[in-house]
Nanobody, 124 residues
Framework: QVQLTESGGGLAQTGGSLRLSCAAS????????MGWFRQAPGKDRDLVAA??????????YYGDSVKGRFTISGDSAKNIVYLEMYSLKPEDTAEYFC???????????????WGQGTQVTVSS
């Protein structure tokens, strides 16, 4: 069973930055896809960013609301993914969930495993 451990959430001011980290344990091979979702109270859980690996080639995807402000990166061999968040806005406030494995195609990601979530709060 793969377990995902997130860290790095917290409080930031509008225009500030935060960095989220997620490490997957229990996997015996390299990850091929990892990502971040977020869910605000009363709203659906939405894909924020995803990264897929094929050999040494990595491809990333971003939701429209975070393009140009967030950057996803990681290391498939170490099963680690990061989300660097810049120019934060109050509407970025949500619980952020790390995800791993599963299927990804053209902006739709259905992971196999989920983290417990880490809260990000952006004050205005």
């Amino acid at each position: 069973q793969v377990q995902l451990t997130e860290s790095g959430g917290g409080l930031a001011q509008t225009g500030g930055s935060l960095r989220l980290s997620c490490a997957a344990s229990g996997r015996t091979d390299s990850s091929w896809a990892m990502g971040w979702f977020r869910q605000a109270p009363g709203k659906d859980r939405d894909l924020v960013a995803a990264i897929t690996w094929s050999g040494n080639y990595a491809e990333s995807y971003y939701g429209d609301s975070v393009k140009g402000r967030f950057t996803i990166s990681g290391d498939s061999a170490k099963n680690i993914v990061y989300l660097e968040m810049y120019s934060l806005k109050p509407e970025d406030t949500a619980e952020y969930f790390c995800a791993e494995g599963g299927t990804y195609y053209d902006g739709t990601y259905v992971p196999d495993f989920w983290g417990q979530g880490t809260q990000v709060t952006v004050s205005s």
